[in-house]
């Protein structure tokens, strides 16, 4: 089973890497990190950059796609290329999946066409211009595409995706080897959690660089 | 404020990429990921590498240092050069910290004798050998060290010190940006909650790649 995850400049790291900690870890799966350029891509905090293993090119049939979001996909969304590579492996994969902004690429691509999706909670007003449901939950499954809120939602994703790829067992395996026990000091992770003037506060400020545009 | 995050080979992903993305978007963090050589790093799964942006050499005085785990300890618990350079910046630091077997790194330069510590759960054990005490909870400080349980933990502990750095106030709002509202599909994320029967498989497998030796 082959795993792409893509790769632009300006995605957001966790989006990323927490996904494919679990799905990584399916036994038989193959993970294969692309860009349209191979070599280091760098994340939005500029601070790290993830190395893409294969030029979009060589990635043709990958069995599940997952797409991170970042500030880099208002780039992306106006990368026909880019766009068209996600629409074309799409036609077989068995899964196509995203983080974050990640959504607004498949929508984009066309492939969210009145499905129910998620987004990072400040991006979810801009699915429906792209044709997507906005559905406000964490993980939101609607056929063979997966959405995932932003980030750190990522995590949850692929423990979904796994119990459905290599059953429930798997799953719980994989949640108990990377510790997956959260416990957040803060309860604000959430919109509906988190008090409503810090919300306001981070809709107007630029703390959030992994928004879309 | 200098953060530095430390990569060696069979490093595992989300034990650095989870606290990067917390502690980076403090105001004021400068984020550099460092390795005995510059360039891209392998992860325990193999399939994703990070870069490495300066040697050790090059960093001599972070504010923080993070030391993530991964099979790779094993190898890094006998290089002695590596272990020197803990020691060093250690003694200007204003936290030192680890994630999963990261603590077995902090305790076998010495850093840790005496002191609560926590790391993977199947690596616990092998911290009062190197002069730990072993404390099975998901986030430990004591005194400027700062230990977490496996994998995941690192993002809980990121929250922890963020706070600590930068304010409660701060931390709220980097765990609403990164949508850490999280939400496990299973409950096996800690030996208290898993099946016993799921917590010896794993012992005995080699499923846990991340684990010390």
Redesign the interface.
């Known amino acids: 089973m082959q795993i792409a995850i893509l790769l632009y400049d300006g995605f ?3 989006d990323a ?2 996904p ?2 679990i799905l ?2 399916i036994p038989g799966a ?4 692309t860009a349209a350029r191979p070599g ?1 891509v760098r994340t939005d ?1 500029t ?5 893409a ?1 294969a030029a979009l090119g060589e990635v043709t049939a990958p069995d599940l796609l997952l797409v991170p979001g970042g500030p880099g996909t208002a780039d992306v969304l106006a990368d026909r290329s880019t766009l068209d590579w996600i629409r074309r492996v799409d036609e077989t994969t068995t899964w196509t999946t995203s983080v ?1 902004s990640g959504s607004l690429l498949l929508a984009a691509a066309g492939l969210l066409t009145g499905r129910r999706a998620t987004s ?2 400040i991006c979810l007003d801009d699915l429906p211009a792209l044709g997507a449901v906005p559905t406000p939950e ?2 939101v499954l609607d056929g063979k595409y997966a959405t995932a ?5 990522g ?2 994703l692929a ?2 995706l796994t ?1 459905r790829l290599a059953g ?1 067992e798997t ?16 309860s ?4 509906t ?2 008090p409503a003037p ?2 306001t ?2 809709r107007a400020s630029n ?2 660089v ?1 928004a879309a545009a």
């Open positions: 957001t790291a966790l890497v927490g494919y900690e990584s870890r193959e993970v294969v990190f280091p905090m601070s790290l950059a993830l190395t293993d974050c990072h909670w964490r993980v809120a932003g980030v750190s939602a995590i949850d423990l979904h119990g429930d799953a719980e395996a994989i949640q108990l080897v990377v510790e997956y026990d959260p416990q957040p000091p803060y604000t992770g959430s919109v959690t988190a810090l919300v506060a981070l703390l959030i992994g």
